[in-house]
């Protein structure tokens, strides 16, 4: 079945500093992610669309400085958290898209900023 | 937009019995696509069911059944036979064109498998 590989699965960094987290399509063609962000007991909350090759489209609310994400392969999308704080701290998951694969999600990323 | 709603927060079921649970959603779109998801402590995502808007035929995955009711709106999930393994959160999702086809999903409903 299809795969999304999320790495790191936990990270813990400090405020003002940048985090990276990866999702990769491991054996199909992603030509959409999607972000989302958990805070504990709640649901999940879109953040942003992303198809491979073009900008992000980002929800009403998201800083799309804050939250940049990159698509730039089939395979592989990133979201990066610049100049994190402790209000970042969050759970992020992505899902991916491909064709006639409908939604897969990766194993997400809990990140404390400190 | 559209909305998904889990009225129910929490609840038990008792190990081999039956617990239903409710989602009701609100869209102007005519073709759609549910889903339920569950949830455990790992928080991985598990798809449980899908149904396609246009199917009357409720979609069922062994256990696990759904009551689709178009016209009501209505997307119940029925979990038979419950296994202590069935104790996760699980969330309605909805899926339309005008979302872009992400997923739109409810608040969740916090399942407890007694044994």
């Known amino acids: 079945g299809a795969v999304v590989s999320q790495h790191p699965s936990w990270v813990i960094c400090k405020s003002g500093t940048s985090v990276k987290i990866e999702c990769r399509s491991l054996?199909?063609?992603?030509?959409?992610m999607f972000w989302y962000r958990q805070f504990p007991k709640q649901s999940l909350m879109l953040m942003a669309t992303?198809?491979?090759?073009?900008?992000?489209?980002?929800e009403q609310g998201v800083e799309k400085d804050k939250f940049l994400i990159n698509h730039a392969s089939l395979t592989l999308s990133t979201l990066t958290v610049t100049s994190a704080h402790p209000e970042d701290s969050s759970f992020y998951i992505c899902?991916?898209?491909?064709?006639?694969?409908?939604?897969?999600f990766g194993s997400g990323t809990r990140l404390t900023v400190v | 937009a559209q909305t998904v709603t889990q009225s129910q927060p929490e609840m038990s079921v008792q190990e081999a019995e039956t617990v239903t649970l409710s989602c009701t959603y609100d869209?102007?779109?005519?073709?759609?696509?549910l889903f339920w998801y569950k949830q455990p402590p790992s928080r991985q995502m598990i798809l449980v069911i899908r149904?396609?808007?246009?199917?009357?035929q409720n979609a069922t995955e062994n256990r696990f059944s759904v009551n689709f009711q178009k016209a009501a709106k209505s997307f119940s999930l029925k979990i038979s036979d419950s296994q202590l393994g069935d104790a996760a959160m699980y969330f309605c999702?909805?899926?339309?064109?005008?979302?872009?086809?992400?997923?739109?999903f409810g608040k969740g409903t916090s399942l407890l498998v007694t044994p």
């Open positions: 899902s991916a898209s491909g064709r006639g694969y409908g939604y897969t």
């Open positions: 054996d199909f063609q992603a030509t959409t």
């Open positions: 992303s198809n491979e090759g073009s900008k992000a489209t980002y």
């Open positions: 869209t102007s779109e005519s073709d759609y696509y």
């Open positions: 149904q396609e808007a246009y199917k009357q």
């Open positions: 999702a909805y899926q339309g064109a005008n979302s872009g086809y992400a997923l739109n």
